[in-house]
């Protein structure tokens, strides 16, 4: 899936007139956060600022621009309780600008939520990476099956397919605090990766596909190999949100990346290696979307 900024650069260079709104400032308890972008043609819509009555006023004052043929900046101030009924109680204020080459020029590039390396691209690979096709993200899939891929031109935006013989030696070409997820389709395969990724060491998150029984048996030849301990802590296997039950790719593939979001938003708190820990520590107390 494109990016918002993307979808802007594409309806410039197509000729579609639009105005960008902007969230310029949020105070108290408001929907989306200061830098929040939508993009409103007469037709369509793109993007949001947090929905409800707030954003059904946005898109009724760009469309009366647009009407207008007004190209000049505007500012409007929401407070959303008193002015809209919304009971978030905060206020908004809100920028509208026809979208031009200058804005999107000037729109900043977000950083990605994480990277992620993906090996493997079965049922559950594939459900996963269109599971994080809308995300913010950075997606390294990797298989040494090229015909498990789709098309390239099917491919998310975000999303660079790998295909190599020897999968465990892209361990060493992801970023520090890269995030892991092992789910091919041999257990001789996911070993030599998993081993790989816990003897650097440096992961944000690492998740392996499996059992309980699974998890007990690689837990040991990682023991009998050497790997440290405090590593092995690390390792989430099962993978998934405890409680989420079914064994659908689509609902592994759902809870494994609501996950993976708790994974990155802990990493922004000092805690977040801890928090890593505490959800293996709970993956192998808590049966598993997936018993492989």
Known sequence: MASLRDTAARWLAEGTPAVLVEV?????????????????STMRCEGTIGGGHLELKAIERARRLLAAGDATPQSAHYPLGPALGQCCGGAVTLGFTRLDAASVAAWPLAAPRF????YGAGHVGRAIVNALAPLNVRVDWIDERDDEFPPDGMLPAHTRKVCVDTLEAEVREAPRGAFYLVLTHRHDLDLRIAEAILRRGDFGFFGLIGSQTKRARFIHRFEERGIPAEAIARLTCPIGVPGIVGKEPEVIAASV???????ASAACEPAGAEAQASAS?????TS???TV
Do not use: F, W, Y
């Open 24 to 40: 310029t400032q949020a105070l108290g308890s408001a929907p989306r956060e200061a830098g929040t972008r939508m993009l409103v």
């Open 115 to 118: 990277h992620l390396q993906l």
């Open 257 to 263: 990346v609501a996950q993976l979001l708790q994974a």
């Open 281 to 285: 520590r709970r993956s192998a107390a």
């Open 288 to 290: 598993s979307t997936l």
